[in-house]
């Protein structure tokens, strides 16, 4: 494994999986549901987990610093826990102490001295996570030159982390430009995409800035490419000398990078042609749904899949279209026709989509009508993209439950006279995008409109999961 994958996946894993030595304790359960283990860890003192440091092993570490987690900031004496453990013998447990740490907040001030002697530690990895969370927790700008460092590191993995890392602070790291410029030409191209944003979100001599950045917009990835556009649109009229090149990314294969060269054109230039290629984008026949991409047979490294295929899915390009609209918005009044046109497209699921980004510039634009009519859609694409939108809504969207359980029913009632998908209907609904008339289609929809109902309306949720026809479908889903 990769030190990428260690420590980037590994931070990960931490924040969503109790370590494994939990799993032989927790009341032998033997369950993998996280609330088990949170029960358990609850049953305990904090000085239970606390002695486990003393143990100075991986598993005993990792279950001090996630019970920590669990107990949280508001439980007296979980942050000189933590602070303990940034000084365990496992590097992978000082980071996840530094990182719980950070997490806390405020809440962890009292452990701002131990974090900023922790960015000394000989782990590069180390000193990535304490170098953030000392920002975190205090701003404190003796985290740049620590971060600069490491931007240095041999370890491709450490690079990536500390570019993601420095992008965070933003203008206090004027420092690391110099070496950001450096990372544009480093892999994997996570890393150069991390650093052109990085550039963009700190600023600075545009001298030093905008020749990288120009070279970056030939970069062979078309995520490059879009994250140097970006930057460069950030930096409004200054950035002149960039609209050349923006002018040729008009024309690029991908579609997220065209939305990208026509926002920063609009920021640049404010040239109205600059909105209408957005919205060029969205121009896609009211018939003529974005597909779901399905993965090509031809085996691949593992953990490798087709970038460029996945960026250019027509849904994703729709919506990045939909968020430059919303940008732009402020001082492009033409950018809310344009939305306000693609809203009344009511048989795509992008409409969806364009009624929430109008409220997000126009206040009296209320979404909520045209989410509940989606819920009624012949379209299976439409009413799971209107289920997701009101699951982010959460209770705001209190007043479509009645509306929500509605569809539930049909859906449900449909899928049931349906018989279940084989494995080739499975991959017919994918391709479709969940347009046939299957019960992989009906059992989709009526899955998320669930997770949106819970999220709404939990007690709603409860009533209705005690209910016969939730039974009925979660068997036949089985």
């Known amino acids: 494994m990769s030190r990428l994958t260690a420590v980037g996946v590994g931070i990960v894993l931490f924040c969503v999986l109790p370590p494994r030595a939990l799993g032989d304790d927790a009341r032998g359960t033997g369950s993998t549901n996280p609330a088990c283990f949170e029960e358990y860890i609850r049953s305990k003192p904090i000085e239970f987990f606390a002695k486990k440091l003393d143990d100075q092993d991986l598993e005993s570490g990792h279950e001090a610093v996630f ?15 933590l602070i303990k453990a940034l000084k365990h ?63 240095e590191d041999t370890d491709p993995g450490n ?70 556009a970006q930057s460069l649109g950030k930096m409004g009229p200054h950035a002149k000398h960039g609209a050349p090149i923006l002018a040729r990314l008009l024309n690029d294969l991908h579609g997220t990078v065209r939305v990208a060269a ?21 121009s896609t026949d009211a018939q003529t749904e974005p597909k779901v991409y399905v993965p090509a047979t031809v085996p691949q490294a593992p953990g490798q899949y087709n970038d460029d295929a996945v960026t250019d899915l027509p849904a994703v390009v729709h919506y990045a279209a939909i968020d430059a609209l919303v940008r732009i918005a402020p001082s492009a009044p033409q950018a809310v026709v344009v939305l306000r046109d693609i809203k009344r497209q009511t048989e795509r699921s992008v409409h969806v989509k364009a009624a929430v980004a109008l409220e997000k510039i126009v206040a009296t634009e209320d979404p909520l009508p045209t989410l509940i009519a989606a819920l009624t859609s012949s379209k ?37 006279r349906i018989p279940k998908s084989t494995d080739s209907d499975v991959l017919d609904t994918l391709r479709a995008n969940f347009e046939t008339n299957s019960a992989l289609s009906h059992s989709q929809a009526w899955l998320n409109m669930l997770s949106a109902l819970r999220q709404i309306d939990p007690r709603e949720a409860a009533t209705y999961e005690s209910g016969r026809e939730f039974k009925a479908l979660r068997d036949y889903m089985k």
């Open 67 to 81: 019970a920590m987690e669990v107990f949280g900031p508001a439980t007296p004496g979980t942050v000189p826990v």
């Open 380 to 416: 299976f694409s439409v009413r799971i993209v209107a289920a997701d939108v009101l699951r982010e809504m959460g209770p705001r969207a209190k007043s479509a439950t009645p509306a929500l359980l509605q569809a539930m029913h049909r859906c449900a009632d449909e899928a049931s």
């Open 159 to 228: 690079r990536l982390l500390a570019v993601e890392a420095i992008g965070k602070i933003g203008p206090p790291a004027q420092a690391a430009i110099p070496s950001l410029v450096r990372r544009l030409s480093d892999d994997p191209v996570q890393t150069r995409v991390w650093a052109a944003e990085a550039i963009g979100k700190i600023g600075g001599n545009l001298q030093q800035l905008l020749p990288p950045l120009v070279r970056a917009c030939g970069d062979s990835h078309c995520r490059v490419r879009q994250a140097a």
């Open 89 to 151: 013998r496992e590097p992978f447990v000082r980071r996840i102490a530094a990182h719980a740490l950070a997490s806390f907040g405020d809440a962890a001030k009292a452990a701002v001295p131990a974090v900023r002697l922790a960015t000394r530690d000989p782990d590069a990895s180390v000193r990535i996570f304490t170098a953030s969370a000392l920002w975190t927790l205090a701003h404190d700008v003796a985290a740049v030159p620590v971060l600069i460092e490491v931007l």
């Open 262 to 282: 026509a926002e920063a054109l609009w920021n640049i230039e404010r040239n109205p042609a600059a909105v209408a290629r957005i919205a060029a984008e969205l």
